[in-house]
Nanobody
């Protein structure tokens, strides 16, 4: 099992910045991908950004140039630096870790944090 604990959400004015952190603990494999998703009221959960244990990143077009994902493998922690925040970034942000339980597992197992609220006022 893997546990994920997020921190860093809050209320910020448009144009401001926030930094989210997510610390993972438990049975963490050396190869995994950590990501941030978000879900706004009435909308589906969507991928914001993800980063592999090798440092390869991918992010949604809506946040490119404003958000940066990074990780500290030694601390099993992933960060999301959010700059130039917009009201449409308001959502609950969820940390995700996915990894294969065994080398021959056909699909990865997904783990989720409890979520942290980010509210951007106009």
């Amino acid at each position: 099992q893997v546990q994920l604990v997020e921190s860093g959400g809050g209320l910020v004015q448009a144009g401001g910045s926030l930094r989210l952190s997510c610390a993972a603990s438990g049975s963490i494999k050396s190869i995994n991908t950590m990501a941030w998703y978000r879900q706004a009221p009435g909308k589906q959960r969507e991928l914001v950004a993800e980063i592999s244990s090798g440092g390869v990143t991918n992010c949604a077009d809506s946040v490119k140039g404003r958000f940066t994902i990074s990780r500290d493998n030694a601390k099993h922690t992933v960060y999301l630096q959010m700059n130039a925040l917009k009201p449409e970034d308001t959502a609950v942000y969820y940390c995700n870790l996915r990894q294969h339980a065994t080398p021959w597992a056909p699909y990865p197992t997904n783990y989720w944090g409890q979520g942290t609220q980010v509210t951007v006022s106009s």
